[in-house]
DNA sequence: GAGAATATACCCAGTAATGGGTATCTATAC
DNA sequence: GTATAGATACCCATTACTGGGTATATTCTC
């Protein structure tokens, strides 16, 4: 990649050392990176991204004083254009969601190359946001409806889904082919089992359940 | 970014040809980056995936045959390696995700400069996930529920609320200190304004809207 | 074979809700 | 003063649903 880059200048935060001068040393071997600073706290991170004005802050997580979720949000605060990158031994969502919500442009596993931390670097650099693959997984995959194990029997929860969905015990019999009474039977025998007394305790359980897909 | 780089093959995925060109001859000023090939459609883009095995595919999502989304999915299945990346006008969250789960490391809006899609398919490359900013935000943050602004009156409120909550008339209006008969009036409103027909559907009206928080 | 679960269907007397209205009072805007 | 919106309340005939049962047939498990 030689299309006339300029040297990015990237400020790490991270409380061990061993990682910062790890990480620092791998990524000066590319020489469009420059390891302007280091900071062990989000205090400190903070204090040095205003003074040292990085092109790139690459942000651990786990801080003494504070999140790197955190130290991230008030950075944004202050300075909106920062681009913060997180560096996390974690891919779960919550963590994902919060970092790209806090402003962050970026979020890299620790377990990666520097080659692939170097590149993530220049794509943030460039204004787009970079991920690990296993995070952007993480991310575009909600955590699954618990669908209950199901005390309902295949035919209540037909009932319950047709209930939910507006039907009359009229229409609701019409449509699973059986008569009124058994529609009534099963609404009865549904109320026992969930001990829910009312149709819109049963619309809200078949919602809470994914029945309306 | 010179620290050991071989070329990387892409193949262009667009029906217009102008934008083939412009991009491929963009592109090809990067010194590691080589177009190996075009397809105007998806059917071409499946078989010149397998015939010159690109290290990375530009995929755009309008094609004449089927969306790039389904040409990502086909591809991915007969080559699960295969690295595509997709070039949108569109940042809605659904493409997004859809473009995720079918297997897609990238997705790039149009309207980003060809640094950037470089820098993009390096990142690809190299084994991460690149998404432009405004595409990555909307992929964080599900949609707002639509709060309605709200034709509903107060007390209109307040008695769906408590409809669905699962309170029949009767205890709505020893709830809300008002007689059964004004209870079913505001039912009618409220039916009327929102055109539901039935205490499931309120329900899931007042679900759908935060109202039972 | 016995028992349990599931699906189907019915009865009874009663409650709950409905659509289509009507009406009054108060507050607000013009 | 007039018109409108919101809150309150009512009437009527009807539909929808309910709790507490009862029952039969089929399938599966022990």
Not at 68 to 89: F, H, N, V, W, Y
Request: with cysteine.
């Amino acid at each position: 990649m030689s299309n006339g880059n300029t040297s990015i200048n990237v400020l790490l935060v991270d409380d061990h050392p061993l990682v910062t001068e790890g990480i620092g040393a791998c990524l000066e071997t590319w020489d469009n990176i420059t390891i302007v600073g280091t900071a062990a706290t989000g205090a400190q991170a903070i204090e040095k991204a205003t003074a040292l004005k990085p092109d790139i802050i690459l942000m651990d997580i786990n801080l003494p004083d504070m999140t790197g979720l955190e130290a991230t949000r008030q950075i944004k605060q202050q300075t909106p254009d920062a681009r913060i990158m997180i560096l996390s031994m974690h891919d779960n969502r919550e963590y994902v969601v919060s970092a790209i919500e806090g402003g962050a442009s970026g979020y890299i596993l620790k377990d990666v190359s520097s080659a692939e931390v170097a590149t993530a670097i220049e794509a943030v650099y460039r204004g787009g946001t970079y991920f690990s693959a296993e995070v952007s997984r993480s991310l575009a995959s909600p955590p699954d409806t618990p669908k209950t194990d199901s005390i309902l029997t295949t035919r209540e929860n037909d009932v319950i889904t047709e209930l939910a969905r507006g039907n009359t015990n009229k229409m609701i019999a019409r449509n699973l082919d059986i008569s009124e009474r058994t529609v009534e039977t099963h609404r009865k025998n549904i109320k026992r089992k969930l001990k829910i007394g009312t149709t819109a305790g049963l619309t809200r359980y078949a919602m809470e359940n994914g029945l309306l897909s």
